[in-house]
């Protein structure tokens, strides 16, 4: 597995070819062929869930020119007739809007762990993911293959302090997560709110003022700040004020009373010495 990840972590040059030496090249070739549209099937394990319209408009455009420029990965199925698609779905997608009847293919012997792997490595090194599906394809990675985040922030030429950012945004409520994933929010507004205590309204707040990422921060900074600071106490009405003085009069000592009505109150006697607490403790048992 360690040598595998080395050879991904080139990135997908080392797949197709494009630095390996002459053997590597001539196998690479044996596997390579146009197949069928017809044949092809998508990942259903592949971490990109959304395609864009407009994005796709763009390539069909660009593929009517130019045709498919760089060829799909794809494994065989188990049916041994079509072909799970690698990587590559957006350009399958895009070549059947065309249309054309088949696309080039390279065909390789993947396991489910292997498809997984350069089908995020594809998608994050184009930046084709939203930061959602990005973060869930490293935790599946993390989980279900045994990576740890120094690992595969080397396989993807990321940095591990990038990978732990991206995993925490999973903490985050799907509502937030839906305005990731809908381009409404970005990463780096996500990333304000993951330690906020109230992520879903603050994220409303973001989108409803057209925040940029730092007035984002300064925005619910703000708001931590004003949490975290002491609430005074209320100040007391004339009638308390007298209670006091009446109280503080007959102790000889200072007295705060600070009342919040129906839900009660606090009476608060300050002595300096203890002989001074010895003599309210007696006056108060003798009652």
């Known amino acids: 597995m360690a040598a595998y990840k080395q050879r991904l972590g080139r990135g997908l040059a080392a797949l197709i070819g494009d630095d390996a030496d ?10 390579f062929r146009r197949l ?16 864009e319209a407009g994005d796709l408009d763009e390539l069909v455009q660009s593929i009517r020119a130019q045709g498919v ?48 792997e350069i ?14 599906e990005e973060a869930q394809g490293y935790a599946q990675l993390i989980e279900h293959f045994g990576y740890t985040q120094q690992q595969l922030a080397s396989s993807i030429s990321k940095s591990r302090s990038h990978i732990a950012n991206s995993l925490r945004l999973l903490s985050l409520p799907d509502e937030v997560k839906v305005h990731l994933e809908t381009g409404a929010l970005t990463a ?20 409803r003022l057209g925040l940029s990422v730092r007035e984002a921060e300064r925005l619910t900074q703000d708001v931590q700040h004003k949490q975290r600071r002491p609430r005074r106490p209320p100040r007391p009405n004339a009638d308390t004020r007298d209670l006091e003085r009446r109280l503080g009069e007959a102790l000889g000592l200072k007295i705060e009373i600070v009342d919040r009505g129906d839900a009660g109150g606090r009476l608060t006697i300050h002595y300096r010495t203890l002989e001074q607490l010895d003599e309210v403790s007696r006056r108060l048992a003798e009652g």
């Open 22 to 31: 002459e053997d590597t090249v001539m196998d690479e070739a044996r596997g």
């Open 36 to 51: 069928p549209i017809e044949l092809l099937h998508p990942n259903p394990h592949n971490p990109r869930r959304r395609f």
């Open 69 to 116: 420029l760089q060829p799909l990965i794809v494994r065989p199925r188990s049916d041994g007739q079509s072909y799970e698609i690698v990587a590559g779905e957006r350009r399958w997608r895009a070549a059947q809007r065309v249309p054309l009847h088949e696309v080039p293919a390279l065909v390789r012997d993947f396991t489910d762990g292997e498809a997984l």
């Open 119 to 132: 089908a995020l490595i594809e998608n994050v090194q184009r930046a084709d993911l939203n930061a959602i």
């Open 188 to 207: 780096g507004h996500a990333r304000t709110l993951v330690a906020s205590a109230a992520p879903a309204e603050f994220a409303q707040e973001i989108i």
